[in-house]
């Protein structure tokens, strides 16, 4: 699975959109893009994962770029609910195999008045 | 649909005794993965099963097993305690029906060794 880099911290105000890069440059084909956060002290949260195309949900939206070299989580409207730890993973289609993930030190978001 | 479960929450136990942590999967979810999280280390993967079967194993010392059930619960065993083996212990289950993974994490159960 490929290395990704991330800011170790980054701050937002409430009510503005958070942007949450991360540099997977040496992704290949059948990787995917998934993003977690962990809110202090609770279990890592799914928030939203891609393959090539920017995809959003109620959460979130992803943004890849066109080589895939590099993703942007973005959070419409942080909250200050949103103040987490975000972890950016790279993983290929193992459907039928092991599903470990490998979490990195991730971006320590946090949402100010 | 009632999320994963951990069982206990909570622990203190003495180096050298041994611990029995409980996972109960979401309700169709045939994996069940386990990951260990420490202030030094972060997140780091311990095992996964599916279908009672060890499917991956991370770098830990054989002191730390694990098993699951034919209802897909699981448990993970850590023997002869040590200090450093206090941590946040999550488990993890998910669907295999689709190409991507999404894990549902449990609350975790937090050891502290003495």
């Known amino acids: 699975d490929a290395k990704t880099t991330q800011p170790p911290s980054m701050d937002c105000a409430e009510g503005r959109a958070a942007n949450l890069p991360c540099n997977h440059s040496t992704i290949s084909g059948n990787e995917y893009v998934y993003w977690y956060r962990q809110i202090h002290s609770q279990g890592p949260q799914y928030i939203i994962h891609g393959l090539k195309n920017n995809e959003t949900n109620e959460m979130a939206s992803l943004i890849i770029t066109e080589d895939r070299k590099s993703s942007t989580l973005i959070l419409p409207h942080a909250t200050l609910r949103d103040t987490a730890v975000y972890y950016c993973?790279?993983?290929?289609?193992?459907?039928?195999?092991?599903?470990?993930?490998?979490f990195g030190t991730g971006t320590r978001l946090q949402v100010t008045l | 649909k009632a999320g994963v479960t951990q069982t206990p929450r909570y622990l203190i136990k003495t180096r050298g005794q041994q611990v029995t942590l409980s996972c109960s999967p979401i309700s169709g979810h045939r994996s069940v993965s386990w990951y260990q999280q420490t202030p030094g280390q972060g997140l780091q993967f311990l095992f996964e099963?599916?279908?009672?079967?060890?499917?991956n194993k991370g770098n830990f010392p054989g002191r730390f097993s694990g098993r699951q059930f034919s209802n897909s619960r699981s448990e993970m065993n850590v023997s002869t305690l040590e200090l450093g083996d206090s941590a946040l212990y999550l488990c993890?289950?998910?669907?295999?029906?689709?190409?991507?993974?999404?894990?549902?994490f449990g609350p975790g159960t937090r050891l502290t060794v003495l």
């Open positions: 993890a289950s998910s669907l295999e029906d689709r190409g991507y993974n999404e894990q549902f």
């Open positions: 993973i790279v993983r290929g289609d193992h459907t039928g195999t092991a599903s470990k993930l490998t």
């Open positions: 099963y599916f279908s009672e079967t060890q499917r």
